[in-house]
């Protein structure tokens, strides 16, 4: 069974076309967000050459560059208390150097303060072993040896052998054997779940030049060394921050973004500003549908470069590599967890035709991605809402259709009965729609088939009636001549059986005058003739057959029309044999024409009785002669002319005459049909 689609579901069908209003909606969305992203790029690289210049015009970059390898001195921004835990260090943990080698494994953080440098050493070791002895040899026990460099370049070293966990005691070394302690160095040594902790504190002066470590690990004689640089010189140089690049980052700090500059090898030598945090759109202010929509929508891409971290040390990635190359550069990414974008640009700092670093600018594209949301959500809202009463309203609009077309097919249904039978009417509706047409069509179309069942039913009881007259004849003719012997009654008899026979003949031949008609007006030919001349003829041929009836032709002269002659003339015979039959004895018969536009109309007037109101006389089988005539008329007179006028493109009309003492048949046509 084929599935119905009810005008309902078509309507609801129609009402997805709304989607392209959001559609189109996100389509200038994401054009603005394109172009928001491209203004805000251009202005970064535009703020970020100009820092670049403003840094090399400082004349407050290092002297030299920094080597590659080197141990960075974190900028001291909270107390470290001396007791051998990392505690205080848990937001450096991150940024630990790793300094192990295949034999120790050990991690290294250093801390710039003020006047004093503050160590972090972290050692695995599964077995501390401390120093016991009378005398502090350089093996036996796990030791640390330091390595400082000053300012002046003087290298001193130190020994770290402690006898237990807790305070430790430095001492000088003087060539391969230890030395007096030292109380310039302080600090403590703990033990932790897989090594031993390290926490240092010495001047600034004693250290501000380079640092390098010597780990022994005893029994087993393992050994780490670090801080030797390519040439096997010791104590590789420290990476500090710049206080005055740091000031002059802070003084030019643009608007809600983090600016770092760096030396030649990528080391941080300033950093200021932080990156502003994305809104999320899991707030609860917005509701869950639309952040599932949002998060289905707004997909943003970054570059295929990894993310920034925001606490390091040397940056070694775009778009940092590329300005350090000398070329500007532009990268995206994001924040991982996040979803903040971060437009990150660069430009190298060239002194003397030298690259003596770089400007690092980082924006989140935070607002941009503020004004998306915000935008899509009203747009998805709106939308939303926007869709949801056009459906409401298509539903409740289609429902009243459906209401009245099914009404329209309950009043079908109920006006006619299961054998084609008219029982009832159809009220058409008042509104002025196509629906209300239709039920106005609807109405009529029953109307004219109750008009049709009526002629049906007329016709049948007109035809027995012609009938059963002379069928009586007949049979009773018949039936007397079979009573009688004399030769000359059964003549009689006989005779008056014939006239019965001829009656039938005349009924059956009207009939078929009707059905021919019919069919001739299928296959008529139609020619340019004089209608005038036509209508002359016909009044000489009836006043030749009726000489005592007064036939008068009124106001013609000569109209050419295009039609067919022949069934014009049928037409006035009927119209004139009415005429004949109902005129008044002694009163003439007019026969006129008059022309409106592209019409002409035909018309017979004759004193008489007048027409009953409310009765289409054109209609077939419909007669108004009184019964027992000795002629059969079955009402088929009129109902041929009113087929040959809408054969030529007219109509027919019956009337009375203003003063009712008479009657007026017309029927019309075109001159060109």
């Not at 250093?110 to 120093?131: E, I, K, M």
């Not at 030919?525 to 057959?545: A, G, M, P, Q, W």
Request: glycine share 8%; charged share 20%; hydrophobic share 40%.
């Amino acid at each position: 069974m084929k599935r119905r689609f009810g005008i309902r579901f078509k309507l609801l069908l129609v009402s997805l076309s709304l989607l392209a209003i959001p559609w189109a909606g996100y389509r200038f969305i994401q054009e603005m967000e394109i172009f928001l992203r491209q203004a805000q790029a251009r202005n970064l690289e535009t703020t970020t050459r100009a820092l670049a210049s403003m840094v090399r015009d400082s004349n407050v970059l290092p002297p030299l560059p920094h080597p590659d390898q080197a141990l960075y001195a974190h900028p001291m921004n909270n107390p470290v208390m001396l007791d051998g835990y990392a505690d205080d260090w848990r937001l450096l943990a991150p940024m630990a150097r790793n300094i192990g080698n295949n034999e120790l494994e050990a991690s290294l953080l250093l801390q710039a303060g003020r006047n004093h440098h503050y160590l972090l050493l972290q050692v695995s070791d599964h077995s501390p072993t401390y120093f016991s002895g009378p005398v502090i040899h350089k093996s036996g026990s796990d030791q640390v040896e330091i390595h400082l460099v000053d300012g002046n370049s003087l290298g001193r070293h130190w020994l770290i052998a402690p006898r237990s966990p807790g305070n430790i005691r430095a001492r000088r070394l003087d060539g391969k054997n230890p030395g007096p302690v030292d109380g310039r160095l302080t600090g403590a040594w703990q033990e932790t779940s897989d090594g031993y902790n390290l926490e240092l504190r010495y001047p600034a002066e004693l250290g501000g030049g380079g640092l390098a470590l010597h780990i022994l690990d005893a029994p087993g004689g393992n050994r780490l060394s670090w801080g030797t640089d390519k040439n096997n010189a010791e104590a590789l140089p420290l990476v500090q921050p710049s206080p005055r690049l740091q000031a002059l980052a802070e003084n030019n700090l643009p608007p809600n973004s983090r600016l770092r500059l760096l030396n030649s090898h990528g080391w941080v030598l300033a950093s200021a500003g932080s990156l502003e945090t994305a809104p999320s759109r899991n707030s609860s202010s917005v509701p869950w549908i639309i952040r599932k929509l949002l998060d289905l929508v707004l997909r943003h891409r970054s570059d295929d470069h990894g993310a920034i971290p925001d606490q390091a040390t040397q940056i070694t990635m775009e778009p940092a590599i590329s300005a350090l190359s000398g070329q500007p550069a532009t990268r995206r990414y994001q924040i991982p967890g996040r979803e903040t974008l971060v437009l990150a640009t660069a430009a190298p700092v060239i002194l003397d035709g030298q690259i003596r670093g770089a400007v690092l600018l980082e924006q989140t594209t935070d607002r941009i991605l503020s004004l998306q949301n915000q935008a899509m959500q009203r747009l998805l809202l709106i939308s939303l809402a926007l869709f949801a009463v056009v459906a409401i309203a298509l539903l409740g609009f289609a429902s009243l259709l459906t209401g009245r077309i099914r009404r329209l097919h309950r009043q079908m249904e109920e006006a006619v009965a299961a054998d084609g039978r008219i029982i009832g009417r159809i009220h058409p509706p008042r509104a002025g729609d196509e629906i209300a047409d239709l039920g106005r069509g609807f109405a009529s179309v029953l109307d004219r088939l109750q008009e049709y069942n009526r002629y049906l039913q007329a016709m049948a009881s007109r035809l027995s009636h012609e009938f059963r007259t002379p069928l009586a004849i007949i049979r009773s003719s018949l039936e007397n001549s079979a009573d009688v012997a004399d030769a000359q009654q059964k003549q009689a008899y006989l005779q008056r059986a014939l006239k019965g026979v001829d009656r039938l003949e005349l009924i059956l031949r009207q009939l078929q005058e009707a059905t021919r008609l019919e069919k001739a007006l299928e296959q008529v030919e139609l020619r340019h003739f004089d209608l005038c001349e036509l209508l002359k003829t016909s009044v000489e041929n009836y006043r030749n057959i009726h000489p005592g009836v007064s036939f008068l032709l009124s106001g013609c002269t000569s109209l050419e029309v295009h039609g067919s002659p022949e069934l014009i003339y049928q037409a006035l015979e009927k119209l004139l044999d009415n005429a004949v039959d109902f005129h008044q004895p002694g009163t003439p018969i007019i026969l006129s024409t008059r022309e409106s536009g592209t019409t002409i109309q035909i018309c017979v007037d004759n004193q008489g009785p007048s027409l009953p109101d409310d009765m289409d006389l054109f209609q077939s089988m419909i007669s108004i002669r009184e019964k027992g005539q000795n002629r059969p008329h079955l009402g088929l007179g009129l109902y041929l002319v009113r087929l040959i006028a809408d054969f030529h493109g007219g109509d027919s009309l019956a009337e009375n005459l203003p003063d009712r003492k008479g009657v007026r048949f017309c029927f019309s046509l075109l001159r060109q049909p």
